[in-house]
């Protein structure tokens, strides 16, 4: 976990986690006194002055893939910075070890020791939640794609199984991407399945500072683009020195997004964003007017 925090917030945590561990090593505890782990968890996440990098372990006793994919979810209801997704490894001389059998547990003998089945979870459902984990680290785990890849896993139950399916299908799923690549597969995939959501992959693309001549950019409007009569400003400062795009919402409408570039440097992130709006209303800005950087 990454944080700034207080002695006392610090403290919290360090008590969290004990509490934890000792509910892992009691399945029984665990079951009676899960709602307090998850408040907790929920506390930490709420916390402003810190991020909160949460762990999910496959192949531990009782847990269900089905469970894993629900957890997921809850994390992400509860905006944790990163969800790691990691297997379990028994460790010579550890509680767990020493119980394995009693808790139905089948590890490898040799290290990193990790689980290879359990009473609830099989040899494929491992290997699927070690895909899911591979899912995770790069889209939910990237900052570029993470308000997306949240939304797109809260509004949909499905989402997680379909894209971790989409990914698998183009042998994607173990090949290492970079930035730009995972825009253009989410893109793809958001096209084919979720063709509501491609103005916000196309809004992460921009703000990440992709090309705008690649295909999730395909709607934006770069040549000779002149503000509009009234915008409401997201976040930065206009000025006429600023190159202009402009993301229409829609076919039918003049409404959209504006992003501004600085032409003056080589920053490849837009420094302005503001939404168009036909009339003025109020917290409507004329372009003329200079407004503080707000996110």
């Given at each position: 976990?990454?944080?700034?925090?207080?002695?006392?917030?610090f403290?919290?945590?360090?008590?969290?986690?004990?509490?934890?561990?000792?509910?892992?090593?009691?399945?029984?505890?665990?079951?009676?006194?899960?709602?307090?782990?998850?408040?907790?968890?929920?506390?930490?996440?709420?916390?402003?002055?810190?991020?909160?990098?949460?762990?999910?372990?496959?192949?531990?006793?009782?847990?269900?893939?089905?469970?894993?994919?629900e957890?997921v979810?809850?994390?992400?209801?509860?905006?944790?910075?990163?969800?790691?997704?990691?297997?379990?490894?028994?460790?010579?001389?550890?509680?767990?070890?020493?119980?394995?059998?009693?808790?139905?547990?089948?590890?490898?003998?040799?290290?990193?020791?990790?689980?290879?089945?359990?009473?609830?979870?099989?040899?494929?459902?491992?290997?699927?939640?070690?895909?899911?984990s591979?899912?995770?680290?790069?889209?939910?785990?990237?900052?570029?794609?993470?308000?997306?890849?949240?939304?797109?896993?809260?509004?949909?139950?499905?989402?997680?199984?379909?894209?971790?399916?989409?990914?698998?299908?183009?042998?994607?799923?173990?090949?290492?991407?970079?930035?730009?690549?995972?825009?253009?597969?989410?893109?793809?995939?958001?096209?084919?399945?979720?063709?509501?959501?491609?103005?916000?992959?196309?809004?992460?693309?921009?703000?990440?500072?992709?090309?705008?001549?690649?295909?999730?950019?395909?709607?934006?409007?770069?040549?000779?683009?002149?503000?509009?009569?009234?915008?409401?400003?997201?976040y930065?400062?206009?000025?006429?020195?600023?190159?202009?795009?402009?993301?229409?919402?829609?076919?039918?409408?003049?409404?959209?997004?504006?992003?501004?570039?600085?032409?003056?440097?080589?920053?490849?992130?837009?420094?302005?964003k503001?939404?168009e709006?036909?009339?003025?209303?109020?917290?409507?800005?004329?372009?003329?007017?200079?407004?503080?950087?707000?996110?």
């Amino acid at each position: 976990m990454q944080y700034r925090t207080s002695k006392q917030e610090f403290l919290f945590y360090l008590i969290f986690a004990v509490y934890i561990l000792a509910c892992v090593l009691s399945m029984s505890v665990l079951a009676e006194n899960g709602g307090v782990v998850i408040k907790g968890l929920k506390y930490l996440c709420s916390l402003k002055n810190m991020e909160t990098h949460a762990d999910l372990i496959a192949g531990l006793p009782l847990y269900h893939l089905s469970e894993i994919f629900e957890d997921v979810r809850t994390l992400a209801g509860y905006n944790a910075g990163e969800i790691q997704l990691e297997s379990l490894k028994l460790l010579p001389g550890t509680e767990m070890r020493r119980r394995a059998e009693e808790l139905g547990i089948r590890y490898s003998p040799l290290p990193p020791y990790e689980v290879l089945q359990t009473n609830e979870i099989s040899v494929n459902e491992l290997q699927t939640a070690r895909q899911l984990s591979r899912l995770l680290d790069g889209f939910y785990n990237t900052t570029a794609w993470q308000a997306i890849t949240r939304k797109l896993i809260l509004d949909d139950n499905d989402f997680l199984r379909r894209f971790l399916e989409f990914l698998i299908d183009k042998n994607l799923i173990d090949q290492p991407m970079s930035l730009e690549k995972r825009g253009l597969v989410l893109y793809e995939f958001c096209s084919m399945h979720y063709p509501a959501y491609k103005i916000m992959v196309t809004i992460a693309w921009i703000e990440a500072g992709m090309s705008l001549k690649k295909k999730p950019a395909e709607k934006v409007k770069t040549k000779r683009q002149m503000p509009p009569e009234y915008w409401e400003v997201i976040y930065g400062n206009y000025k006429e020195s600023l190159r202009l795009c402009f993301l229409p919402i829609d076919d039918n409408t003049q409404n959209g997004y504006w992003f501004g570039f600085e032409s003056e440097i080589q920053k490849a992130e837009p420094v302005f964003k503001a939404k168009e709006i036909m009339e003025r209303c109020q917290n409507t800005q004329s372009p003329q007017i200079n407004t503080d950087k707000s996110s």
